[in-house]
């Protein structure tokens, strides 16, 4: 199977298990997808089979309320029975409403408290330079998350220590819960701001899973690398695209058909 | 002759580096107030500075924690147990990380600085988090033994670390066990239930108690949580009436926590010596600890009402 077509496959996966659940965050989780697609099926060095392997790479989704998107390419992947989808946000599910690395096989942190991750993810990577390891730490942020300045904090830090064995990777799809980035509160130009903080940048178009893949693989030294995904909200279900009324709402039946004619799969 | 309790706690980081190669320590540009420049000038390169930015600095460490290592934390309890808050709660409590928070400058002693910079809050803040565990010694070889205990313990803890320098109450022979309160002087009519600089002053009031003819307990809760509940229920049982000591908010920390243990028990008798619910300000520490009545005068007058 050629990646769009899995990508296509994870994004039903997505709207099925959020309609399941009764709630969850569809927008965002459509937008992130192909940027996991990338970096579980052609970047990172990951053993389903053994989640806790040290020197695997470590993915942090610093947006967790997109954790929808990771769990359907976790099940995919092999981490947990994908029938476990059904279960998302119910009582005694390992799938929680926010990602939790100690329930969920494969999860390697938990995020949803927008900033932490990738702060956290940071120190994973001062880390692995202190221990000399060679695993690399991909932390994806939303574009309303660098809002909070706890990501500045953590970049400033990064640049310092030269973590060249870190990626962030900006969700940068537009939207966020009140209204449009410009609207609620505006980010400038991020790749501006990551350059100034000593970042190498990069700005892909964050559906082009080949493209994502070629700036992933793409090396830095001696600073840590920033990638600008340019991403839809809700891409690949016309209904949602674009539109930040989807941010945190569950469609209907009838909803999640439509998504599923237009996406092509099951 | 007393001894510093922060120079206790960078000289127990430097002799746990010497057995535990997972030690590493993280700050906030303050190494040179919570005494971690001591580890830092033996061990640069275990040492990490994070800059004047709390809430990263708590976040870093957490990271570093999940690759196995045991970081300490440290900067002013303010903005360690203040600021960054709510990452120790999301990021560190709720996967029960194991970080190490060996926060300085707690409670009015910190003095001339003023309110601004006076956590009577941070034991509070502290205790509403599960899987956190909470120290708070009394003198120097008792940080020692709480910054070592902490090291062993998987899971977060939060050490209290005082600022100035304090007479010796205990020695390195004293047992110290976490989550077990010491006696430090048994007694019958009253107790006098004291945790970090109270103990001090809570032995000066049992002498005058003493003196007067009044048979007066002196327990050290080193361990605010877990609490010793077992040595809370028989002091309560044993004597007329026990009296927190603390230099702390009387609401959320040892004087809340013992009175969770006793509420219910018919005809409780409890009251408290701390800060009442206001601000600190500037002032020596001793004209402050007068001001907001944490004297020994002050458990001597609370003591007294239940005789």
Redesign the interface.
Same mark, same amino acid.
């Given at each position: 199977m050629v990646l769009q077509e899995k990508a296509a496959e994870l994004r039903g996966d997505i709207v099925k298990m959020i309609h399941a659940a009764g709630s969850g965050h569809p927008g965002g989780s459509l937008s992130v997808i192909d940027i996991l697609v990338a970096l579980y099926y052609n970047v990172m060095k990951v053993d389903p089979k053994n989640p806790h392997w040290e020197d695997r790479d470590r993915l942090v989704l610093s947006k967790g309320h997109a954790c929808p998107a990771l769990y359907a390419v976790l099940a995919d992947k092999g981490y947990f029975p994908k029938e476990d989808l059904a279960t998302l946000r119910k009582i005694d599910s390992h799938l929680q409403g926010h990602p939790d690395m100690k329930k969920t096989p494969g999860v390697d942190l938990n995020t949803g408290s927008l900033g932490q991750g990738v702060a956290v993810a940071t120190g994973m990577a001062i880390a692995a330079k202190y221990l000399k390891k060679n695993y690399h730490v991909y932390a994806i942020v939303g574009d309303g998350e660098i809002q909070e300045g706890l990501v500045w904090e953590a970049a400033m830090a990064a640049a310092h220590y030269k973590l060249d064995n870190l990626t962030v990777i900006l969700d940068h799809n537009g939207l966020q819960i009140d209204g449009t980035n410009d609207e609620v509160m505006s980010l400038g130009d991020p790749v501006e701001k990551y350059k100034a903080f000593g970042f190498e940048c990069f700005t892909v178009n964050g559906h082009d899973i080949d493209a994502i893949t070629k700036v992933c693989k793409t090396p830095v030294h001696g600073r840590p690398k920033f990638i600008c995904a340019e991403t839809i909200k809700g891409k690949g279900v016309s209904f949602m695209e674009n539109n930040a009324g989807w941010h945190g709402k569950a469609p209907s039946a009838e909803e999640v058909a439509k998504a599923l004619a237009e996406l092509e799969v099951k | 002759m007393g001894k510093s309790i922060r120079i206790a706690y960078g000289e127990a980081l430097n002799e746990i580096a010497e057995y535990n190669d997972k030690l590493?320590v993280c700050d906030a540009d303050l190494g040179h107030a919570t005494m971690t420049n001591i580890f830092a000038e033996k061990h640069p390169?275990?040492f990490?500075n994070?800059?004047i *930015?709390e809430? /990263?600095l708590v976040?870093? *460490?957490?990271?570093?924690a999940? *690759?196995?290592?045991v970081p300490f934390v440290s900067t002013f309890a303010l903005f360690g147990a203040g600021r960054a808050y709510?990452?120790i709660r /999301?990021?560190v409590c709720?996967? /029960?990380a194991n970080v190490k928070f060996a926060l300085t400058h707690s409670g009015l002693c910190v003095g001339e600085d003023g309110g601004s910079h006076q956590a009577i809050e941070d034991l509070a803040l502290m205790r509403v988090l599960p899987h956190m565990t909470i120290l708070v010694p009394c003198d120097y070889e008792q940080t020692k033994k709480c910054v070592k205990a902490a090291a062993e313990i998987d899971g977060p803890v939060y050490i209290r670390v005082a600022r100035p320098v304090v007479d010796e109450i205990t020695t390195a022979e004293t047992p110290f066990e976490v989550g077990k309160a010491q006696v430090m002087k048994d007694g019958t009519d009253v107790c006098l239930m004291a945790t970090g600089l109270m103990v001090g002053t809570a032995l000066k009031a049992a002498e005058m108690l003493e003196a007067e003819g009044i048979s007066c307990a002196v327990i050290n809760h080193h361990t605010i949580k877990p609490l010793d509940a077992e040595i809370v229920r028989k002091y309560h049982e044993k004597c007329k009436g026990i009296v927190a000591c603390e230099e702390h908010s009387i609401y959320g920390g040892l004087g809340s926590a013992i009175a969770e243990v006793i509420a219910g028990v018919p005809g409780g008798k409890f009251a408290q010596v701390g800060v009442m619910d206001k601000f600190g300000k500037s002032g020596t520490p001793d004209a402050l600890f007068e001001a907001y009545g944490l004297t020994a005068e002050h458990m001597v007058e609370e003591a007294k009402k239940f005789l």
């Open positions: - | 590493v390169d275990r990490f994070f800059g *930015a809430c /990263n976040a870093e *460490a957490t990271g570093m999940h *690759a196995g290592l709510e990452i /999301n990021s709720y996967v /029960n």
